[in-house]
Antibody
Framework: EVQLVESGGGLIQPGGSLRLSCAASGFTVSSNYMSWVRQAPGKGLEWVSVIYSGGSTYYADSVKGRFTISRDNSKNTLYLQMNSLRAEDTAVYYC???????????WGQGTMVTVSS | QSALTQPPSASGSPGQSVTISCTGTSSDVGGYNYVSWYQQHPGKAPKLMIYEVSKRPSGVPDRFSGSKSGNTASLTVSGLQAEDEADYYCSSYAGSNNLGYVFGTGTKVTVL
């Protein structure tokens, strides 16, 4: 079964760091475009970052310089390293696979990140 | 990277049709045929309903259809059913020049 399972969310103080993980099953992370999308409480979806199969990475302006997307091919896992966290980064973070010409076709269940003192 | 513009809400009675618009710019919606639509029920992850403007993934009912004209894409849900009540988001590829992807502001569809 094709599946994505996120982990690593939690409560963190402003300025702190957190690493989210997204374990994939049923397909190979490194052969696909993979992305992180977030959703603040009661708000809409916001694209955060993408890593292409060739390794190129791109970020939304709101997280550029603070977040880093990466993958571990041996573990078939996607990561999001989040540094210098701010209150406005509070959200459910979803990992998603990109296929079908730039469509997010598979989503994880999401992991909640709360940035608060 | 401004969000695509969607109406906050739309509604219809069971069996009727509802159409949701998604307006962007020539740098995203108007520049590529890579518009997709997502359905999200409360507390759940989004689900892909339409990709490449008008194509449906396997398993999505043909009551869902998509189109695009210029910088505006649209999603139509025909023969509304109670389970169609959800939030709907559009998304567009915005180019490889470090622009990535952009989502719409979201539309709450209510089945009256």
């Amino acid at each position: 079964e094709v599946q994505l399972v996120e982990s690593g969310g939690g409560l963190i103080q402003p300025g702190g760091s957190l690493r989210l993980s997204c374990a994939a099953s049923g397909f190979t992370v490194s052969s696909n475009y993979m992305s992180w999308v977030r959703q603040a409480p009661g708000k809409g979806l916001e694209w955060v970052s993408v890593i292409y199969s060739g390794g190129s990475t791109y970020y939304a302006d709101s997280v550029k310089g603070r977040f880093t997307i990466s993958r571990d091919n041996s573990k078939n896992t996607l990561y999001l390293q989040m540094n210098s966290l701010r209150a406005e980064d509070t959200a459910v973070y979803y990992c998603a696979r990109l296929r079908l010409r730039h469509a997010f076709d598979i989503w994880g269940q999401g992991t909640m990140v709360t940035v608060s003192s | 990277q401004s969000a695509l513009t969607q109406p906050p809400s739309a509604s219809g009675s069971p069996g009727q049709s509802v159409t949701i618009s998604c307006t962007g710019t020539s740098s995203d919606v108007g520049g590529y045929n890579y518009v997709s639509w997502y359905q999200q029920h409360p507390g759940k992850a989004p689900k892909l309903m339409i990709y490449e403007v008008s194509k449906r993934p396997s398993g999505v009912p043909d009551r869902f259809s998509g189109s695009k004209s210029g910088n505006t894409a649209s999603l139509t849900v025909s023969g509304l059913q109670a389970e169609d009540e959800a939030d709907y988001y559009c998304s567009s590829y915005a180019g490889s020049n470090n622009l990535g992807y952009v989502f719409g502001t979201g539309t709450k569809v209510t089945v009256l």
